[in-house]
């Protein structure tokens, strides 16, 4: 009996263990079937927060633009950019995508065959990393798109940063959505999309949410001001080239949800190092000061993030930072001469003693006829050699006196003649907040050469310049005929300076005349409508909308188009200095709603945008061109660029091609986008060459919004790819 028992006991255990091995085999996870994209799909067109994506091969194309270097700006191409990080090569394969905030600005960079471009700053960034699921985290079947072509649950697109405020529809039934913030709008949805559960959380000061998945924290440092020395040296090969003349770091806590994110970041970092790429981060030269930064930007929560917001702003010290001398006297200085100045100052054995002694005289000579001072210029120097070095900066000094007598105290280190190093240590680690820098002075680098640099200059230089750094050469002793074949990098001063014109740079052929060019030197780098460098392609234009106010129209979706123009124009940096905005609105007549020298705010412009009342008639789109012509771009300021956006939904009842030929031969870049109706031969007709690039068509108003974007996109394209005559 008792055997029969345990036998049936038996029995039942290996039946009971039998069954839950089969249980756990149905049960186990599904394989992760990852969606692929295509080469030309931009991040920002992408809603999910945190996605697996497969890439096609042949991607590393040119007309896949990328913009940043490891943290992208939002409509940068997945799958190039992922090929510029080195996560995949042009092959295709499988990448890990995680949005995080936007930037104030983005460093173009040439990496794994992929150039990226600069961009001043944009709304929303991303990361990418080799495609493997985190753990704790769900990864989506199928993405989610902003547009029409949506492969997941199809949702309203959502309207960029629609907050023109208050305007009403006179079409009650259809506009009430239309007038709507959609700027709170797609901050809602920012906060209310699902994020990915992380399985790793970042050390912080807020509590963590339990999760299922465990693995080791990861620890924020927070960071610390040292007092630094008189000197601060940069440390080769460890420099990664900036987003953009950066502010400084703070700290500050990581929210729960993006702590993965901040993890990420910190992988990125690794790896970028792992594979010796050339793409630091400015306001410090150590690789652990490096991954602060990275950390403490990623993890700003995105939906605090507002336009224009500089995720450097936050009150970091820099290990760069130098500590001000204590001054005696504040001078006022030369308040026709507000720039923000640096020195790179020679400091190359091949100089000698003696002639080192007559550079220090002249940078006192410089120093004293510019009228240094809080009000005017400021001036700091630069020592290279093999490596750089801050002898003092921005804000050391404060009067011509103080400064003269540090000069006085340098001491030569000696070395090679590496220019490029030291104007890509400047570029990065010079022009802080924390060293001074005032942001609404023109940054410009005076680089003092004896005979050639060591090594080469133009990448360095370009990346200077696209971060609006006005470059000037002083020249001593060029090399002789029979030395040329010893130069690293022949016409290295015209692949350097701001602008080719002979404007930017001075020949000296002794060292012993260099007294001679103190005031020419002076009486350009003071002339700061000259100074070319610090445009971008936001803050250099006047930009005159031409509105279709026909009745064909109608008054809703005439809000849309003021609501589109609207969306635009917040995008620039606006003042009477900066980027202007005029409009006129047209039917049969044209009227001139504001002119480009009538708001100089940013907000005044929206405001006025939204006052724009809706007028209705016919559609004399010739006749609008040619009073924008007349009444808006023959004022423009001759520094700025001209650029007409018009906006149209028919045909033209005049003829468009002789106005806008005649616009474009005064300088006049033109830009078409039409709607429903409009003529696609009349919108070829209106823009600017290349068509393809100035001229858009939409089927609906409601899709304009789409525009925004590639419009502004193209404009900073052509701005940063202008001759440098």
Not at 70 to 81: E, G, H, L, M, R
């Amino acid at each position: 009996m008792r055997a029969t028992v345990i036998a049936t006991f038996f029995g039942v255990f290996l039946t009971c263990t039998y069954t839950a091995k089969e249980a756990t085999k149905k049960t186990k996870k599904a394989k992760l079937y990852v969606p692929q994209i295509d080469c030309d799909v931009k991040a920002g067109k992408i809603i999910n927060p945190e996605f697996i994506a497969k890439c096609p091969p042949g991607c590393q194309d040119i007309k896949h633009r990328v913009y940043g270097t490891d943290i992208y700006a939002s409509f940068s191409s997945v799958c190039n950019a992922a090929i510029h990080s080195g996560i995949i090569d042009n092959s295709g394969g499988k990448v890990l995508v995680q949005k995080v905030a936007g930037h104030s600005g983005y460093r173009g960079s040439f990496s794994n065959g992929v150039r990226s471009l600069s961009l001043p700053r944009w709304r929303e960034s991303f990361l990418v990393s080799e495609g493997k699921p985190r753990k704790g985290v769900t990864y989506p079947s199928t993405l989610e798109y902003s547009s029409s072509k949506s492969t997941a649950v199809k949702s309203e697109p959502k309207k960029p940063e629609q907050d023109l405020k208050g305007m009403k529809s006179a079409d009650t039934s259809n506009t009430s959505e239309k007038a709507s913030d959609q700027g709170d709008t797609a901050r809602k949805e920012r906060q209310t999309t699902p994020v990915p559960t992380p399985g790793t959380e970042m050390a912080t000061t807020t509590p963590t949410p339990t999760t299922t998945t465990t693995e080791p924290s990861t620890t924020v440092p927070q960071p610390t001001t040292t007092p630094a020395a008189p000197r601060t040296t940069a440390a080769p090969a460890k420099a990664r080239p900036g987003l953009h003349r950066g502010r400084d770091m703070g700290s500050s806590s990581v929210h729960p949800a993006y702590a993965s994110v901040v993890a990420a970041a910190a992988r990125q970092v690794q790896a970028a190092q792992g594979r010796g790429q050339n793409t630091a981060f400015r306001g410090t030269s150590t690789s652990a000061s490096n991954r602060n930064i990275l950390l403490h930007n990623t993890a700003m929560e995105i939906d605090s993030w507002k336009p224009g917001l500089s995720l450097f702003d936050t009150g970091f010290s820099s290990k760069e930072e130098l500590n001000p001398k204590p001054l005696e006297s504040i001078s006022q200085g030369n308040q026709n001469c507000k720039v923000d100045l640096s020195f790179l100052m020679d400091g190359s054995w091949s100089i000698g003693k003696r002639r080192f002694q007559l550079q220090k005289r002249f940078l006192g000579n410089v120093a004293q006829a510019l009228g240094i001072g809080s009000a005017g210029p400021l001036m700091g120097i630069v020592q290279y050699g093999d490596d750089p070095s801050t002898e003092f900066n921005l804000k050391t000094y404060a009067n011509s006196k103080d400064l003269r007598n540090a000069i006085e105290k340098i001491q030569q280190k000696g070395g090679l003649s590496n220019v490029g190093k030291a104007l890509s240590f400047v570029n990065k680690n010079f022009f802080l907040d924390a060293n001074g820098n005032r942001g609404g002075a023109p940054n410009v680098v005076v680089v003092m050469v004896d005979g050639w640099p060591t090594d080469r200059v133009e990448e360095a230089s370009r990346l200077a310049r696209e971060s609006g750094i006005n470059i000037f050469f002083v020249t001593v002793e060029a090399a002789a005929q029979s030395e040329k074949q010893n130069v690293v990098e022949p016409n290295f001063v015209d692949k350097a300076v701001c602008r080719t014109s002979g404007f930017y740079s001075i020949n000296v052929p002794s060292w012993f005349s260099l007294h001679k060019v103190v005031q020419p030197l002076v009486k350009r780098v003071c002339d700061t409508e000259r100074l070319a460098c610090s445009k971008t392609c936001l803050n250099a234009a006047d930009i005159g909308f031409v509105i279709d106010g026909s009745s064909s129209v109608g008054t809703g979706n005439f809000r849309t188009v003021l609501q589109f123009v609207a969306n635009i124009s917040k995008e620039f940096e606006i003042s009477d200095t900066d980027t202007r905005i005029g409009a006129v609105q047209y039917t049969y007549e044209q009227r001139l709603e504001f002119s480009f020298d009538k708001y100089s705010t940013k907000q005044d412009v929206l405001n006025a945008i939204k006052r724009i009342s809706y007028w209705s008639g016919g559609t004399s789109t010739g006749a609008a061109i040619s009073y924008a012509s007349e009444q808006l771009f023959s004022k423009s300021k001759p520094n700025k660029r001209k650029i007409m956006i018009l906006i149209t939904d028919g045909r033209s009842y005049d003829d468009v091609s002789v106005p806008a030929m005649a616009a474009h031969q005064n300088g006049v870049i033109a830009y078409s986008i039409g709607v429903a109706w409009a003529a696609p031969d009349e919108l070829e007709a209106i823009a600017s060459d290349p068509a393809k690039e100035h001229s858009f068509f939409v089927d609906d108003f409601d899709n304009l919004y789409r525009y925004v974007n590639q419009l502004i996109q193209n404009i900073c394209t052509e701005f940063n790819s202008q001759p440098r005559n």
